[in-house]
């Protein structure tokens, strides 16, 4: 079995700068290559042409081509074209795409095309409730139309996706996962105090309300301080910097806890998470977030926000604290229970790790994963 993999973002030095979606699809691919499964990456929107390896994985990366007229459209046809080359080159027997902003849209192909949604923009448009420019909202559709099975990394993700655009199809659910042996507790140099944010500097992750959360928390608690580790974006209704927004929203005595590092490196972040008293991801919008996986996996305990795909993924009172974001009083309450009471903290450790293990290892969702695509080819 070969399967193709089409996508905007990867991890990798060679490549552009890469998220939580490159994280998930990188993890797939890596086991389905231990599991004897043949993997092709195509990268596309780069800023070099290059193939290469990279964990016994094929990656070619597209450089992006710029068309005088109807560019959105030439652009896939040239990229269709290809794929489609190595598709009978290659033997490949399925090609998978994401959802975001229908990169697939316009593609055909001779084998198979899998969709799997991890947040289009018009999911993430809904959940923040903004309206969607019109293009994506046609090239998401266009494309989700147009895929042979659609599969989910949530099931809340798919039923809101169904009826965003209008699907019929029948969604499946597989998780995202991670590898628990690359991902491991060590508690041993906890900073006391710290509580750790990480991920996109942007208002859809609830920065802005953990702002106002721990402007509670200094008060009741002087050893507090926060850390946010994550790369700024501008912020999509007012234009400006969000980190900026987020320092203009703490009061004076929080603003000098606060630390804020620039994005880092991925394979630093288990260092970040490793030294963390608490972390705390308070997100308005997510499909199956990497970041919880790895917070979890490393045994921390989590404060978390209580949306929709949280409840697939947390388990109140057990794996962590779920608390709306906008309820600041009761999240900086659970912050501050959590960095007084160390027990509790190993309790929701201990508990969420077991949770992943048994639900999201990166063995298990392949197989999953391996069956699915099997069912896809037999079709």
């Keep these: 079995m070969h399967i193709g993999f089409l996508t905007p973002e990867y991890p990798h030095p060679s490549l552009s700068p890469s998220g939580g979606l490159g994280t998930s699809i990188k993890n797939l691919a890596v086991k389905l290559v231990a599991s004897g499964v043949k993997v092709t990456v195509f990268v596309v929107f780069q800023n070099q042409e290059k193939t290469f390896e990279d964990h016994s994985v094929k990656i070619k990366s597209i450089k992006l081509k710029k068309h005088r007229f109807f ?16 598709i009978n080159k290659e033997s490949i027997d399925i090609i998978e795409a994401p959802d975001w902003t229908g990169i697939s849209a316009f593609m055909k192909f001779s084998v198979p095309l899998i969709i799997r949604l991890n947040g289009s923009d018009g999911y993430f448009c809904k959940l923040e409730n903004r309206k969607q420019k019109f293009k994506n909202f046609v090239f998401e559709k266009t494309a989700l139309k147009n895929a042979d099975e659609i599969v989910s990394v949530s099931t809340f993700t798919g039923m809101m996706t169904k009826k965003i655009f209008g699907l019929k199809n029948d969604i499946q659910t597989i998780h995202n996962s991670i590898d628990v042996d690359q991902f491991l507790p060590n508690n041993s140099e906890i900073n006391n105090g710290q509580i750790l944010y990480f991920g996109t500097i942007i208002r859809k992750k609830g920065v802005l309300e953990l ?17 946010l580790v994550g790369k700024d974006a501008i912020d999509i209704f007012t234009k400006v910097s969000t980190i900026q927004l987020f320092y203009d929203l703490l009061s004076p005595k929080a603003r000098v806890s606060v630390t804020h590092l620039q994005e880092v490196p991925y394979h630093e972040i288990k260092s970040y998470i490793q030294h963390a008293n608490v972390v705390v991801l308070p997100s308005f919008a997510e499909a199956f977030p990497m970041t919880w996986l790895e ?66 290892s990166a063995q298990k969702i392949t197989n999953q994963n391996i069956e699915f695509y099997k069912s896809v080819i037999n079709e």
């Excluded at 106002?212 to 301080?225: G, H, R, T």
């Excluded at 057990?318 to 974001?325: A, L």
């Design 71 to 86: 560019g959105w459209y030439k652009e896939r046809k040239r990229i269709q074209h290809l794929i489609l080359k190595e």
């Design 211 to 227: 702002a106002k959360s721990f402007n509670l928390v200094v008060e009741k608690n002087n050893n507090a301080n926060l850390l």
């Design 295 to 360: 917070t979890l996996a490393m045994e921390k305990p989590l404060v978390s926000s209580n949306i929709g795909w949280a409840n697939e993924l947390m388990v109140g009172d057990t794996t962590g604290f779920t608390v709306n974001p906008r309820n600041h009083e009761e999240f900086a309450s659970k912050i501050i229970e959590l960095l007084e009471n160390p027990k509790l903290c190993k309790s929701f450790g201990e508990a969420g790790r077991l949770r992943v293990i048994e639900n999201f």
